[in-house]
Nanobody, 121 residues
Framework: QVQLGESGGGSVQAGGSLRLSCAASGRTFSDPAMGWFRQAPGKEREFVGTINWSTGWTTYAESVEGRFTISRDSAKNAGYLQMSNLKPEDTAVYYC??????????????WGQGTQVTVSS
């Protein structure tokens, strides 16, 4: 399995932006998709978005559509989550994952360790 590592989390004020990175190591990223999920305290892990690694197609959760953008750089073996117009309800630990192009947690088989994003009002 590929190893994944997120970076770029931090604290921002509402309306601000952050860019998360997900670096793949151990082998060339060849899974069908890289997904992004988040988990707030006391809540289940939820789908944020996913990118088809070969085509670049993306799908987003309704709650982030128009504010978040997922991209990938195959040459760098990395994916990115650009977050804009952040809201306090975006506060969570964000994870990247490798798996199928789907919205379900169970369809992803490799996960990063997560990075904290905190948005203050």
């Amino acid at each position: 399995q590929v190893q994944l590592g997120e970076s770029g989390g931090g604290s921002v004020q509402a309306g601000g932006s952050l860019r998360l990175s997900c670096a793949a190591s151990g082998r060339t990223f060849s899974d069908p998709a890289m997904g992004w999920f988040r988990q707030a305290p006391g809540k289940e892990r939820e789908f944020v978005g996913t990118i088809n690694w070969s085509t670049g197609w993306t799908t987003y959760a309704e709650s982030v559509e128009g504010r978040f953008t997922i991209s990938r750089d195959s040459a760098k073996n990395a994916g990115y989550l650009q977050m804009s117009n952040l809201k306090p309800e975006d506060t969570a630990v964000y994870y990247c994952a490798a798996g199928t192009y789907a919205v379900y947690v169970q369809t992803y088989n490799s996960w990063g360790q997560g990075t904290q994003v905190t948005v203050s009002s």
